[in-house]
């Protein structure tokens, strides 16, 4: 009896934090990968710093942009 019940705290708090885990994370790939972007596109069209500079914040509103709305989605 008390393996299911603690079965059963485990899976909610998996239900009610799972959303937030993964978010820093994300939030650091996402940012990351347009930072990476931008100095592939600056080597390519060579136009240094100006479009890692413009694909860095782009990854960093973009991250906060998920971020926000999944804590408003999941505050419902």
Do not use: R
Not at 19 to 43: C, E, H, K, S
Not at 46 to 61: A, Y
């Amino acid at each position: 009896m008390k393996k299911d019940d603690e079965e059963g705290e485990q899976k909610s708090f998996i239900n009610e934090y799972g959303p937030y885990l993964g978010l820093g994370l994300q939030m650091a790939v996402t940012v990351t990968a347009m930072v990476f972007l931008g100095i592939w596109l600056d080597n390519k069209f060579e136009t240094k710093p100006v479009l890692t500079i413009i694909s860095s914040f782009l990854g960093v509103f973009a991250a906060l942009y998920n971020f926000i709305k999944t804590v408003l989605k999941s505050g419902k």
